[in-house]
């Protein structure tokens, strides 16, 4: 049996085994106790209480207004429906970047008040100090590495990064880093392929890509995007695996036609 397969909770070092044994771990979001319950009865290895409930939760264009009381809220509800997938929480924007003291308090506030398994945040270098301060309490931290939807504004774009020599030379040196601060895994998001493949090689903790091709340790997408519900986000890594806003669509205007033709509710679905 897999090694996955024979583990009752995931725990950091599942996910080391599983690199070690070249199994791929399957990662994907939840905002909410009934998704979160269903994904982990699925088998997903990872939940990732993401940041980006700031642009499928709540509406915003951007993931900086998330604020850490809005992630404490979604992880929270996601703990209730897990039994068996590590629980990760994104540390929002603000919460972790300028001061590794904050960073600590922050964390600590994600592990006590919504019983997630660890915290992940966005950088490298710039934020060793935090990621260091947050392991001293014994809280896991996962890297996050590439394109970083926390600074849009500094990128002013969503486009592939790391394609340039010196960008990508960085990133490799901040994967070692975070590896040698002790993070347990990095997530890449939107690189090229090829150094996704590289930067994979080059540490010995599981690399998660999104947007980063097939030569990593696992894969991780927006539960939205997966099912289709944001129809309209079309990048060229996303694999929708329904269609569920027009699937959606499709169940509500029956119903109000239902209703309107006094179909609904029809005999047997009154108490008498
Ligand atoms: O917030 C999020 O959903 C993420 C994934 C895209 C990795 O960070």
Same mark, same amino acid.
Request: net charge negative; proline share 3%; aromatic share 6%.
């Given at each position: 049996?897999?090694?996955?397969?024979?583990?009752?909770?995931?725990?950091?070092?599942?996910?080391?085994?599983?690199?070690?044994?070249?199994?791929?771990?399957?990662?994907?979001?939840?905002?909410?106790?009934?998704?979160?319950?269903?994904?982990?009865?699925?088998?997903?290895?990872?939940?990732?209480?993401?940041?980006?409930?700031?642009?499928?939760?709540?509406?915003?264009?951007?993931?900086?207004?998330?604020?850490?009381?809005?992630?404490?809220?979604?992880?929270?509800?996601?703990?209730?429906?897990?039994?068996?997938?590590?629980?990760?929480?994104?540390?929002?924007?603000?919460?972790?970047?300028?001061?590794?003291?904050?960073?600590?308090?922050?964390?600590?506030?994600?592990?006590? !008040?919504?019983?997630?398994?660890?915290? @992940?945040?966005?950088?490298? #270098?710039?934020?060793? &100090?935090? $990621?260091?301060?947050? %392991?001293?309490?014994?809280?896991?931290?996962?890297?996050?590495?590439?394109?970083?939807?926390?600074?849009?504004?500094?990128?002013?774009?969503?486009?592939?990064?790391?394609?340039?020599?010196?960008?990508?030379?960085?990133?490799? !040196?901040?994967?070692?880093?975070?590896? @040698?601060?002790?993070?347990? #895994?990095?997530?890449? &998001?939107? $690189?090229?392929?090829? %150094?996704?493949?590289?930067?994979?090689?080059?540490?010995?903790?599981?690399?998660?890509?999104?947007?980063?091709?097939?030569?990593?340790?696992?894969?991780?997408?927006?539960?939205?995007?997966?099912?289709?519900?944001?129809?309209?986000?079309?990048?060229?890594?996303?694999?929708?695996?329904?269609?569920?806003?027009?699937?959606?669509?499709?169940?509500?205007?029956?119903?109000?036609?239902?209703?309107?033709?006094?179909?609904?509710?029809?005999?047997?679905?009154?108490?008498?």
């Amino acid at each position: 049996m897999s090694i996955a397969g024979k583990a009752q909770k995931i725990t950091t070092n599942t996910l080391l085994s599983m690199k070690q044994a070249g199994e791929k771990i399957t990662m994907l979001t939840a905002y909410d106790y009934s998704m979160a319950k269903i994904i982990d009865g699925a088998g997903i290895d990872v939940i990732l209480v993401g940041d980006s409930a700031s642009n499928v939760m709540a509406g915003n264009d951007t993931t900086v207004p998330i604020t850490l009381e809005h992630m404490i809220y979604h992880a929270q509800c996601v703990v209730k429906g897990v039994n068996r997938a590590l629980i990760v929480c994104d540390m929002p924007f603000g919460t972790y970047q300028g001061d590794s003291k904050q960073a600590l308090s922050s964390a600590i506030r994600i592990m006590k !008040e919504s019983g997630a398994h660890a915290v @992940k945040l966005e950088g490298g #270098s710039e934020i060793v &100090e935090s $990621i260091e301060r947050i %392991l001293t309490a014994g809280i896991p931290v996962m890297g996050h590495l590439g394109l970083t939807p926390q600074s849009i504004y500094k990128f002013g774009t969503y486009s592939v990064r790391a394609r340039e020599d010196e960008e990508a030379k960085k990133l490799i !040196e901040d994967a070692k880093l975070l590896e @040698k601060a002790g993070c347990f #895994s990095i997530v890449l &998001e939107k $690189i090229p392929a090829d %150094l996704a493949r590289r930067v994979t090689e080059a540490v010995n903790i599981p690399t998660i890509g999104i947007g980063a091709g097939a030569d990593v340790d696992g894969q991780v997408l927006v539960i939205h995007d997966l099912l289709g519900i944001t129809h309209e986000f079309n990048p060229r890594f996303l694999r929708r695996y329904l269609n569920l806003h027009d699937e959606i669509t499709g169940a509500v205007d029956q119903y109000i036609s239902d209703v309107r033709s006094e179909d609904f509710p029809n005999e047997n679905e009154r108490y008498s």
